[in-house]
Structures are given as C-alpha cells and as structure tokens.
C-alpha cells in the first residue's frame, strides 16, 4: 500500500478500508479472493447496511459477492453483532473481519466469518475463512468454501450495483465504445491474418525458385566469337 501501518494504534478505518479493497481484487495465486470488481462504502438501500468493502467474482455459472468489514476498535467489534442485517443474514456470499493484528480472536467470530490480520507494514494474513487456505491443497480449500459460503442479500447487492453504475455513467454508451473497441480489434486480427498469409505465400515462392535453380544446376559462362569481336554468353 501506499501507506504504512503503525500497528494497532495507527492503524485508521480509512487506511484499513482501502486496503481491504485492494485485497478484494487480489488474485487467487496471491491469496486473494480474486474479485473482478470491489468498492469501499457503498449504499445497499435508502436506508440499512453499508459495507466498508465488498468485491463481486464471476464464476461458472452466476457469481459470488465478498464482504470485508473493517474494525480498529474491540467497542466496534462488540456492537457489530447486534446490527439488523447481521441478525437478518446481510450481504456477501464470502464475510471477513479485517482488523489490526490480535485485535479479534478466531475463536470470537460469527459462525462462517473469516477473519483478515493487518500488521503493522500493511501485509494482510488471513487466520480464518477460505483464503486462509488459499496455499494449501486445492481440495481443502474447496471444502472451506463450501462450508463459509452463506445465502446473500441478492435484493441489497443489486441496488448497490444498480447504484454504482447510475452513478458512473450511461452504462449503454460505454457498451458501445466496448463493441466498436472489439471491431477495430477483430478487423486489425484480419488484416494481420492476411499480412501473415501473403508473407508465407512470398516465402513459399522463393523456396520454389530455389529448388528450381538447384534442378538447373551450375550456369557456367562461355565466350563466344562473332567477327572480330568477342562476345559473352550464357
């Protein structure tokens, strides 16, 4: 990150917020949940939750969601569990903590929640939930999937995209430019296709005229008299 985390005493909702949106879109080969797409503090309705950071991951077929929740204080953790929506189910097919090293406990945790350790250089060290499996077999780590998956607030997740691309802009002249970017690439792919063809054509040539001089042997050249003078003639 571009900042440096002094441990549990520096360590700021802010700071820890924006790392876990990084985190979200960290690949799997790093340990990450692989999120194609993550933000930090977005409405999910009018009015109820908020998440400090969520990611979305396409699969085959449908998608999953990942909730971080961020928390630098004991007091802010003790009052999470008495919020609505956690009573109710929330949002997030995946839901971690993120807090300062030692801060929360595996042991404390709501069932199915994993749990993201910062130190005090930024690293993030998962102690619970999937990626804290994320380097071992791939069979485990299938089976922490399973079984930390939960049922996601689909209704809340969709405002909050829906939301997201209202306020990005007009999602249909982006999908335009997209479609004429794909054009442009489709027709420079067939245009390289056809250089490729005419420079494999124009090698194949030259490969024929050699063999056809190697069939006509050696040319040696003769000299030839005509009069009085000498000409030279092949």
């Not at 995946?94 to 595996?106: A, K, N, S, T």
């Not at 250089?121 to 485990?140: I, L």
């Not at 430019?177 to 494999?200: F, P």
Request: one cysteine or more; charged letters at 30%; hydrophobic letters at 40%.
């Amino acid at each position: 990150m571009a900042f440096e985390l002094t441990g549990q005493a520096g360590a700021t909702h802010d700071e820890l917020t924006a790392l876990a949106v990084k985190w979200l879109k960290r690949p799997f080969s790093a340990r990450g949940p692989g999120c194609n797409i993550a933000m930090a503090e977005l409405r999910s309705g009018y009015v109820g939750e908020i998440p400090d950071a969520i990611g979305f991951r396409l699969e085959h077929p449908g998608s999953v969601s990942v909730v971080v929740e961020v928390k630098v204080s004991r007091a802010d953790f003790l009052a999470d569990r008495k919020k609505p929506h956690r009573i109710a189910g929330g949002m997030g097919s995946y839901r971690y903590f993120m807090c300062p090293e030692g801060l929360i406990q595996v042991d404390e945790l709501p069932p199915c929640w994993g749990l993201l350790w910062v130190n005090g250089r930024g690293h993030v060290k998962p102690k619970a939930g999937p990626a804290a499996y994320a380097d071992g077999r791939y069979d485990t780590y299938t089976e922490q999937l399973d079984a930390f998956r939960h049922e996601p607030d689909l209704v809340r997740e969709q405002w909050l995209l829906i939301k997201l691309l209202a306020n990005i802009g007009d999602p249909e002249e982006a999908n335009r430019k997209r479609k004429a970017l794909y054009r442009e690439r489709d027709h420079i792919a067939a245009q390289g296709n056809i250089w490729l063809k005419e420079r494999d054509e124009a090698r194949e040539e030259n490969r024929k005229l050699k063999r056809e001089l190697r069939l006509l042997g050696p040319v040696i050249p003769r000299v030839a008299r005509q009069g009085s003078e000498e000409t030279l003639s092949i």
